[in-house]
């Protein structure tokens, strides 16, 4: 079991502007489960690309069982025996599961062969899956089995997974792992990317470490601290968020039995939603995808209305209330999509402070922008928030994720809200960079502003929160202490595993 | 008013001319569409198709080639389309406007020569047995080759969309065209194929118009009927079968109401010149209000394999 699978030596790849891979050399063997480690950025995803055929490598070359191995495009690299799990998933939503089984191989069987094929390898592997549904309909880990099954059904000797656990439950997590495992045991070798150090330590063999596109190490991660494989990633130490002690306050923020229709076909209705925040409090909300976070979000920020008394700021009425008088009352919000949602991609960043910022930070005189003191406003975020960008007048779809998040809760912060919301507030966010941003809501806690933090990174939640709720299909679960609550119960409460249940065709 | 005037059967025989040029146009574009493209464009290539067929057919007294000829030249005149989608990334609604009116004017510089001339005949073919079938045979088995190519052409795309692998794989390209490169398929080549098909059919429907229907040249003749068959895909919810519903309709109705206006109807001839558009998009519409609406999800978004 020792002998190599692939080894990849000297690869690199350059982009205009920056070396996304820079002479990367490492093996994985058969039948191990390789961690590749790195921030966003660090060229995790060329790296696979260049493995799986879509990018071309510069140079450096890769070998497959000794035979030199470069695949010109994705079929070659299937044919070889190379499968890859993408992280935005590559489906098709309109088509059923069996089409977008067959659209991922080289030669699909007739249409019955392959259902009956999917149903066995579902029912191997633990993950049962109905073959004539529409991709559309499912849930994001039934989803991800569409993505797996798939691969399975060729045969690889090497699975890429490339972030596979960011929108499971802990359950499915677990039923996950157990696959994976077992097709090692079988001799399937995994290249598994991640951000997530502890699930790495308890699932990999090895793993190698990137960082600004070069190799940093390759180290076995279960003899290495979550903290040690961090700071390689980064390449220095950095802060722990701190949770200060806080004295709670009088309640701000007000829900009762907040209910609304789903606002598209895809979306989804919240349910006699109740719970109070208080100040220098964080309420953290967690829950699968797609359990009604954004539809939340939208209400509470003003963007879909509701009943005057649903929501209550400070005992006062505001449900009916557009987001420009929210704002003015300081209830503030950053939604999940920074491009199109909280940023617009093609203005400055002195324009996108403006867009939220113009009526607490008084950047407007007589009904005009006052365009200097908007320039200090974007300035003042840019450095409080280490937002690294050219400048203030760079377009926000310039900025990588990672800055651009920095920007768009760094606004928010420092308009001083009384009630702030997020969602997903340090998504696609490097680690250090992650750990400032959730220092910065800590503060901001401290300092007397009530908050509520949805997020699907459970740990993220841990480390911030006072109270926890999970979000299940638009209702909102208890709000229980973070203190004392185990992963399990919070796996029940997000709704338990969906693996566990047959999937169930909609009539 | 004196409906005794109007004979059903030949009604019917002639609804069936009339819809053709739509439905031939509208095949296409629903292909263009399934791939994910917008080509706004069907008129300029449809107008372009009946003047170069037209040219075609009188120059060699052969409508068969005029059909041949008009095919190319839709065809030829899309590849700019394509090449200025697919590859520079111009926006599909401009270009496809751009399109149009280039082959307005195109349209009226070669077919300056061919006014009132008249096109070579064009057979009819009566199949055998049933043609000779009371009234039947008459309706809807004693037509030019080109109505049955047209039926014929509807069946091959529906059959293509749902059970081939190429139609599945256009289908894909048109839904999620990142998930679709991700897998490895080309998706700007079969974008050009699909629009390069769309503007072979626009050509055909056009040389229909000018070597059957009306049958000669003139300019501008084909009076929006390429608006028409995009509509017509957009209100078929992108399925094929109820794309030759609204085509057929369409052309019952352009038909009919021309015999209610010759039979003397006391209906305002404007409203009656107005009914086909009226009724077409009235039905199509109902159809389509409840069930999905199957747009493709890539419809008009540029493709960019870096982002």
């Keep these: 079991m020792n002998d190599v699978l692939l080894g990849l030596e000297g690869l690199t790849k350059a982009y205009p502007g920056v070396v996304a891979n820079d002479d990367v050399s490492f093996d994985i063997r058969e039948g191990e489960i390789h961690a590749l480690l790195g921030e966003n950025g660090a060229g995790k995803s060329t790296l696979v690309k260049m493995i799986y055929g879509l990018v071309k490598p510069d140079s450096g070359t890769m070998t497959l069982r000794g035979a030199a191995f470069e695949p010109a495009e994705p079929r070659a690299a299937r044919a070889a025996g190379v499968a890859m799990v993408f992280q935005h998933f590559s489906l098709f939503d309109a088509l059923s599961v069996a089409e977008n089984v067959a659209l991922g191989m080289e030669n699909p069987p007739k249409p019955r062969d392959l259902a009956r094929q999917i149903r066995e390898v579902s029912e191997t592997y633990g993950l049962p899956l109905d073959p004539g549904r529409t991709v559309g309909t499912l849930s994001a880990g039934e989803r991800q089995r569409v993505e797996i099954i798939r691969c399975l059904l060729q045969d690889p000797k090497l699975l890429i997974m490339d972030e596979p656990t960011s929108v499971l439950t802990p359950q499915e997590v677990e039923i996950l792992f157990e696959t994976l495992r077992k097709l090692a045991s079988e001799g399937t070798a995994i290249l598994y990317i991640s951000h997530k150090l502890e699930e790495i330590r308890s699932l990999c063999d090895h793993a190698t470490i990137l960082r600004l596109g070069k190799k940093v190490a390759t180290c076995t991660p279960a003899e290495a601290s979550a903290r040690e494989l961090a700071e390689m990633m980064v390449g220095a130490s950095f802060e722990t968020p701190q949770k200060a002690a806080r004295q709670l306050g009088e309640v701000m923020l007000d829900v009762r039995g907040l209910s609304l229709p789903a606002p598209g076909a895809f979306g989804t209705p919240l349910r006699e939603i109740s719970f109070q925040v208080r100040a220098g409090e964080i309420l953290g909300l967690g829950g699968v995808a797609g359990n009604g976070q954004d539809e939340l979000l939208a209400a509470l920020s003003g963007e879909r209305l509701s009943g005057a008394d649903v929501i209550r700021l400070r005992d006062r009425p505001i449900g009916n209330m557009g987001p420009t008088e929210r704002r003015a009352l300081g209830v503030l919000s950053g939604p999940e999509e920074r491009l199109g949602h909280a940023a617009a991609p093609d203005m400055s960043l002195i324009e996108n402070a403006v867009l939220t910022g113009a009526g607490r930070m008084g950047l407007l005189s007589g009904g005009f922008i006052n365009w200097p003191k908007s320039k200090g406003f974007a300035e003042d975020v840019i450095r409080t928030f280490d937002v690294r960008t050219p400048g203030s007048g760079t377009a926000a779809r310039a900025l990588s994720g990672g800055n651009l998040q920095k920007f768009v809760i760094g606004r928010e912060v420092l308009q001083s809200p009384e009630v702030l919301i997020v969602n997903q507030p340090t998504w696609g966010v490097d680690a250090a960079a992650a750990a400032a941003i959730r220092q910065a809501l800590l503060n901001l806690a401290a300092n007397g502003a009530a908050l509520v933090v949805i997020s699907q990174d459970l740990d993220e939640l841990m480390e911030v929160s006072d109270r926890f709720g999970a979000l299940n299909e638009g209702r909102l679960s208890d709000l229980r202490p973070v203190d004392g609550l185990t992963v399990e119960e919070i796996g029940l409460m997000m709704g338990g595993a969906h693996d566990m249940e047959v999937a169930h065709v909609d009539a | ?307």
């Design chain 2, 1 to 307: 008013m004196d409906l005794s005037s109007i004979n059903p059967v030949l009604l019917i025989a002639s609804v069936m001319v009339s819809a053709t040029p739509i439905l031939l146009a509208a095949i296409g574009e629903l292909v263009v569409e399934k791939s994910g493209v917008l080509n706004l464009g069907v008129e300029g290539m449809m107008i372009t198709g009946a003047v170069v067929g037209f040219a075609v057919a009188v120059s060699n007294t052969s409508p068969g080639m005029g059909f041949v000829g008009a095919a190319l030249a839709g065809a030829l005149l899309s590849l700019p389309f394509a090449l200025l989608t697919q590859y520079l990334m111009s926006n599909q609604v401009a270009t496809g406007l751009g399109l149009m009116m280039v082959g307005l004017g195109l349209s009226s510089l070669i077919g300056k020569p061919f006014e009132g001339m008249k096109a070579p005949p064009f057979p009819k073919v009566e199949i055998p047995l049933l043609s000779d079938l009371p009234i039947f045979g008459k309706m809807l088995f004693s037509h030019d080759i080109m109505v049955y190519f047209s039926v014929a052409l509807v069946v091959a795309v529906w059959a293509f969309l749902k059970y081939t692998r190429a139609g599945l794989i256009l289908r894909a390209v048109g839904e999620a065209h990142d998930s679709a490169h991700a897998l490895g398929y080309k998706v700007r080549h079969i974008r050009i194929l699909a629009i390069l098909f769309g503007g072979a059919c626009a050509g055909l429907g056009g040389a229909y118009l000018s070597l059957v229907r009306v049958p000669q040249w003139t300019e501008g003749m084909t009076a929006g009927a390429g608006w028409i068959a995009l509509a017509i895909v957009v209100f078929a919810s992108w399925r094929p079968g109820r794309v030759a519903v609204g085509a057929y309709l369409f052309g019952g109705v352009s038909v009919l109401q021309l015999n209610l206006q010759a039979a003397g109807a006391d209906v305002p001839v404007a409203l009656l010149s107005a009914s086909p558009y009226l009724i077409t998009i009235l039905v199509l519409v109902i159809i389509s209000a409840r069930g999905a609406h199957a747009a493709p999800a890539s419809l008009g978004r540029p493709f960019h394999a870096s982002r």
